[in-house]
Nanobody, 123 residues
Framework: QVQLVESGGGLVQAGGSLRLSCEASGRTFSNYAMGWFRQAPGKEREFVGG???????LYVDSVKGRFTISRDSAKNTVYLQMHSLKPEDTAVYYCAARATIAIASTPAEYKYWGQGTQVTVSS
């Protein structure tokens, strides 16, 4: 069993930055691929990006060049650094884990989820 806890969300003005953290506990975190997803009101949960256990990353086009995912296996923590935030980035952000080496872009591929953290970008 893996437990995930996100933190770092908040209210920020357009153009600002936030860093989300996702701390994992319960199992050998370093063997898991991690994903970040977001869900805006009335919309489906969408893939933002992910990172493999070797720190290879993948991003959705809308965040490329603005968001960066990293992981610190010693701290069992994955980060989502967000720059140049836009109002359309407003959503609840979730981290997720899957016990495989590959990143997946669909929520159903992830077994473990955090509780989510709200990110609100004002215009």
């Amino acid at each position: 069993q893996v437990q995930l806890v996100e933190s770092g969300g908040g209210l920020v003005q357009a153009g600002g930055s936030l860093r989300l953290s996702c701390e994992a506990s319960g199992r050998t975190f370093s063997n898991y691929a991690m994903g970040w997803f977001r869900q805006a009101p009335g919309k489906e949960r969408e893939f933002v990006g992910g990172i493999t256990w070797k720190s290879n990353t993948l991003y959705v086009d809308s965040v490329k060049g603005r968001f960066t995912i990293s992981r610190d296996s010693a701290k069992n923590t994955v980060y989502l650094q967000m720059h140049s935030l836009k109002p359309e980035d407003t959503a609840v952000y979730y981290c997720a884990a899957r016990a495989t080496i590959a990143i997946a872009s669909t929520p159903a591929e992830y077994k473990y989820w955090g509780q989510g953290t709200q990110v609100t970008v004002s215009s």
